[in-house]
């Protein structure tokens, strides 16, 4: 095999993220995973005092385990990053530059720089176990929401920062206040205005350990106003991201939408803005389990494009089982005919629907999709009569 | 009577859940109400150290009696499991493996399994009473707004998952750089790592038992830090939670409209995409209460579907009254005529009207609709003029 | 002055919510307000230890003082209660008793209740002074958020129940767990269910006393996972609420536009769904300050309802101020004219506009309505000849 | 240089916003935000006792010289605050006294008034080094989130201020049964109301710091129901905030679609409602990056408006991008011609797309654009044939 067939290979182990992925696939990522979990394991067990030899023995020997395991993984995903590129025009280099300055890629170098220095020059224990602790950020490219996290965190920033700043100049200045208010009482406790702010931020946290409490009444009532302010603190967070949350899954959503329509071979080739038009002309539908959607010898006049749950096309000799992402009906867009199946909800589905009348529409007054889709409607209704049954089925 | 008959009258004292359940029905569901609290009541109080023998007797007397009566229940509910069935399609045993798996099946096997377990080999104590209390997981069944939470949680699993494993590894880094920041200072409180996470998961919970607490600046600046992030950790499944609850909430109203216009004998038989089509015509109209919302021998042009709140049809020689899930003015769509009652919205009610004028225009549009609504209208008004004021009054 | 004439200024004086209600009302309102603080306070008062015998002399006078003022109020509000009719249907005792028996007129009787009956019996100092603290209560009724507040509560009460249902057995059968956990360690500490239970209110709360904290690893790892279920229980209720206030707000804007839809002389009379109709053609428009709406002898395409925000209209000799709840521009529905003033947002607005094409497309579908439009434009613009200058300014 | 030129330059330094701000006022609010925290910095320090002479020494050098920094730029925003002023209309004493009395004003002048005070007449210590920390709310100028929020607390602030009256009320009659239930046990500890009223803020809050807990049974009880009350009392504030910033933000981008309609020169000088009216036409678009937009030599059917990410429009000699707030394309309302480039999304984004057959609908509706359109686009044709080139690429 060429070195490009053996990188292929090696991309489909530790780089393949469709659905359908590999065996060898998930079982690397599996040990990936366990051996993440048992470095971060090994490490915080061999600072428990007290511990028997042998046990912190084969935690160190576990944990150079696996730093010699992400070691190879690092080399292997700096040979492998070429194999990212989606087009030839981007060079091997820059994918390999551009993995390794990536999130990831830094952290797969943070992981076991300490490792091999540490064989260089010894670093102290402490800082060595600290850094060790970076392994764990490994697991962000096995967790499929982050992405969305992520992306609502940077999208209120601004809103999350102000708020942030807001309670942090409110908290100093309560701080002082509380100095004021409880430092001749208690010397001790409330000793210096950075020792109050340890109570303010205890406090507006709403943590309360409780290791200092005001005595005074004025001290108190204005503890009381200040934890009742430090519960808005919390609250105004959580509001800008439950809006940012609802924003990104929708928009998320239309891109999905956006996607489904764009995957069709029949709007392939379309510009961005036809594909919108043709996007915003979807209805959606909810289908609860068990109703028939299209019914075989009804006229057909929409096709559909499933974007959660299952749906049955009752075609002999056995059932084809449709699922999110796929479509069925399109024919119903190219010419004025019956349905040749039934189509029925397995599990409660949500469709997207394109009616026929509605694209019609659209049709005449853009007349450059309609020449685009006359065109490839001929080609497709010609291939038809050549190639039955290749394609998904055409209801 | 025959065993189905029998099986019948079970069935509908111990599953019954439509909104008019008969007083039967009510009273077994309180009585096993009353008795999972019972038990747990009594498992909870034999715990207490010197309580006099006659108390713990009667306990133990009254979690036997509840256990005696929990088995019976479980025993008629695997007999009646075949009355679930919608069609005659599943078989009886297939009914009743559904039912032995569910979740509820299995906590109601799990709540009795330790009595008559404990009879033959006797359990630990403390082990026993930890079973017996997965009794109140039977209450379940009885909280209506339970599938919603549920719903939710499952939709937004992928994010909570990602902010919940976000967390546990800032969680474990925070930890482990607060081991190294106090661990001098503080060698017996912050003794090891997996010490340091006890603060950790305290601190970022934002509970604060205030048993570790950092003592140096820096331990403490840090701490201050790892606060402010515990409110960011507590209000994302918020923000996610806010925006799954919204969107569920709009999914099961949208589930409702289907039903409403679905279970209109109008419009029986049509398949999915048609209701869908027609629901999508639905106007959503909110009515204060007193207000008439069409009047006598006015033109109709429109019907109405109540999705909350009652509404008064002033009919000769009494009222009549229709609440919620109900319809009125069907008549409309039917033939241009003039309203033959006044009706007036009792409370403030959310209506759904569907318009002639859009109607009759989807009509045009779809001739499959067309053709099935003209026969069925045809049948139906030749039927009223047989059968008058059989059928909710037509106004 | 007749015994009605008095009861009018009576109910002027105490429940006029008007926005512009006299100054009597006013000042009654806050004399009562204050009546209501003082109380608590001289109530709190009186429990401190250690008191001079004048502070509470002082308080004891205070407290009768409020007491008697209280009981003025609320034998003047039964009496006025027939006031609130809207018609003369309702009988004078009818509106009494529905005083009596609403929340509020519970709340007035609770709080002179003791007083009264410590006359006859001397209660317990205790129980009578918690009694005395229902005078807050009576705030209820000057705090205007408050019924929003209590709308989405009531109409999320089926989530929130099923949250906390859920949260209450996960939190028994918690406590068990831990009793098992920690029992033998700390046979003192949790020495039995219930006492283990107080440990778990105070976790899933967040609350943290530290008064009860596990001291075995299996326990403290059991305490974090249960802290990361109490953040989600938290969460939940936040979620529910969030969408339930923003579902309740879009309900009540609704309502608004309905009824300034509803409260303008030319759809006088029209009934609810002809209404709801208008309404859903209404096009929300905001506004920035500074800018003109409509300009003098431009074609009038539209009429304005001011949701929110002032404007100007410049006619002379003065400008006229309008505000939210008013409207301008309907002449333009009537007759096609051009704008006789100039109309600018002097602070950020949001408008409706109801415009003339979509007003004239609804009349053509709805005959009844015009029919109803034509007959009340004839007689206005008759009346606007006669009376020019007395109606809001017809821009 | 003139006063008014000295004065201009000043502005720019202290007051320019724009995106595109100059190094010279990037530099002087940088130093101003150091001074500020320094100046914090050092008035927290001098509190800390047992600190050196020379420290305290510098630290009121520090404080000294920031104070007399800020009196300088207090000053110079007075002397500038002309400048503000849009028209002539404004007289500069107006804008001065404006200036002076909002909120920034006033702050400005607090910030520096103890200190030149302190040099008349001594104040106390601690009073100063509160009044001092007002510092820190100079930083509000510099952060931009914090008038989303400010606007969001304003807009929910009747519902805000209900929550927090609503759990006032209750915290303080639960106190006052917290006295009762306590009192007796623990009389140096619930040992009045008020100190029973610290408990309540304590758990209401979810602080917990755990120096007041009750320890009778029925006090525990009820210390429980009011910690999920508590949960409660948190959770509304999160979801009122959350409606409020989902509202908010979907209205500042209405504002921005507004002003980006406003901005462009086709439709300058046409009045608010003609402006919304074109909004409410435009359709939102994602497109994801790589994707053609528009495509050279096809036919022009729509113009857009950028509103988030950018674009690269493919002219020769050199791509020219677009970004946020501009728009291409708008040549295809004014003549039905082909496109004379290819423009493409560089990272995802978010477009309003304007068609051009609903443009020329609500032309055919509203005479009065149209003529405004045609004059300005017969102008505008005319100055391209003259000046091609100088403005933005015309696609």
Same mark, same amino acid.
């Given at each position: 095999?060429?070195?490009?067939?053996?990188?292929?290979?090696?991309?489909?182990?530790?780089?393949?993220?469709?659905?359908?992925?590999?065996?060898?696939?998930?079982?690397?990522?599996?040990?990936? #995973?366990?051996?993440?979990?048992? =470095?971060?394991?090994? $490490?915080?067990?061999?600072?428990?005092?007290? /511990?028997?030899?042998?046990?912190?023995?084969? =935690? +160190?020997?576990?944990?150079?385990?696996?730093?010699?395991?992400? @070691?190879?993984?690092?080399?292997?995903?700096?040979?492998?990053?070429?194999?990212?590129?989606?087009? *030839?025009?981007?060079?091997?280099?820059? %994918?390999?530059?551009?993995?390794?300055?990536?999130?990831?890629?830094?952290?797969?170098?943070?992981? #076991?720089?300490?490792?091999? /220095?540490?064989?260089?020059?010894?670093?102290?224990?402490?800082?060595?176990?600290?850094?060790?602790?970076?392994? /764990?950020?490994?697991?962000?490219?096995?967790?499929?929401?982050?992405?969305?996290?992520?992306?609502?965190?940077?999208?209120?920033?601004?809103?999350?920062?102000?708020?942030?700043? !807001?309670?942090?100049?409110?908290?100093?200045?309560?701080?002082?206040?509380?100095? &004021?208010?409880?430092?001749? !009482?208690?010397?001790?406790?409330?000793?210096?205005?950075?020792?109050?702010?340890?109570?303010?931020?205890?406090?507006?946290?709403?943590?309360?350990?409780?290791?200092?409490?005001?005595?005074?009444?004025?001290?108190?009532?204005?503890?009381?106003?200040?934890?009742? $302010?430090?519960?808005? @603190?919390?609250? #105004?967070?959580?509001?800008?991201?439950?809006?940012?949350?609802?924003?990104?899954?929708?928009?998320?959503?239309? &891109?999905?939408?956006?996607?489904?329509?764009?995957?069709?071979?029949?709007?392939?080739?379309?510009?961005?803005?036809? $594909?919108?038009?043709?996007?915003? /002309?979807?209805?959606?539908?909810?289908?609860?389990?068990?109703?028939?959607?299209?019914?075989?010898?009804?006229?057909?006049?929409? %096709?559909?494009?499933?974007?959660? *749950?299952?749906?049955?096309?009752?075609?002999?000799?056995?059932?084809?089982?449709?699922?999110? *992402?796929?479509?069925?009906?399109?024919?119903?867009?190219?010419?004025?005919?019956?349905?040749?199946?039934?189509?029925?909800?397995?599990? +409660?589905?949500?469709?997207?629907?394109?009616?026929?009348?509605?694209?019609?529409?659209?049709?005449?007054?853009?007349?450059?999709?309609?020449?685009?889709?006359?065109?490839?409607?001929?080609?497709?209704?010609?291939?038809?009569? @050549?190639?039955?049954?290749?394609?998904?089925?055409?209801?």
């Amino acid at each position: 095999m060429s070195k490009t067939d053996w990188r292929r290979i090696c991309f489909d182990l530790l780089a393949d993220d469709r659905r359908d992925a590999r065996i060898g696939h998930r079982l690397l990522s599996t040990l990936i #995973i366990i051996s993440v979990f048992a =470095c971060a394991a090994a $490490i915080m067990l061999v600072t428990v005092p007290g /511990l028997d030899a042998r046990t912190v023995f084969w =935690c +160190d020997r576990l944990r150079e385990a696996t730093d010699i395991l992400f @070691t190879a993984e690092y080399l292997l995903r700096i040979w492998i990053a070429p194999a990212y590129a989606h087009s *030839g025009r981007v060079g091997a280099t820059t %994918m390999r530059r551009r993995y390794m300055s990536s999130f990831l890629g830094v952290v797969d170098l943070l992981v #076991i720089l300490p490792f091999w /220095l540490n064989l260089v020059v010894p670093f102290p224990r402490d800082l060595f176990l600290a850094t060790e602790m970076f392994t /764990l950020f490994k697991l962000a490219r096995y967790t499929p929401g982050l992405p969305l996290v992520a992306a609502v965190l940077r999208r209120e920033a601004r809103g999350l920062t102000a708020a942030l700043g !807001a309670a942090g100049v409110l908290l100093v200045v309560a701080s002082c206040i509380m100095y &004021m208010l409880e430092h001749d !009482a208690q010397p001790e406790v409330f000793g210096s205005i950075p020792k109050a702010l340890w109570w303010g931020i205890v406090t507006v946290g709403s943590v309360g350990y409780g290791d200092m409490i005001p005595i005074t009444p004025l001290g108190k009532i204005f503890n009381g106003v200040i934890i009742l $302010i430090g519960v808005g @603190t919390i609250a #105004i967070p959580a509001g800008l991201l439950a809006s940012g949350f609802a924003e990104e899954i929708k928009r998320r959503e239309f &891109m999905v939408t956006w996607r489904a329509v764009a995957s069709l071979p029949l709007f392939h080739n379309l510009d961005a803005s036809s $594909i919108a038009e043709i996007a915003s /002309l979807l209805k959606p539908q909810v289908v609860p389990s068990g109703t028939a959607i299209v019914r075989r010898d009804e006229r057909a006049e929409a %096709m559909f494009f499933i974007m959660a *749950g299952e749906v049955e096309v009752e075609i002999l000799p056995k059932p084809v089982v449709l699922g999110s *992402g796929q479509h069925f009906g399109e024919i119903a867009l190219l010419r004025r005919t019956d349905r040749t199946a039934t189509v029925s909800a397995i599990t +409660d589905c949500r469709l997207l629907a394109l009616e026929v009348t509605d694209f019609q529409r659209l049709l005449q007054v853009h007349p450059t999709i309609k020449e685009h889709i006359d065109r490839l409607a001929a080609e497709r209704l010609e291939q038809r009569k @050549t190639a039955e049954g290749l394609s998904p089925p055409a209801v």
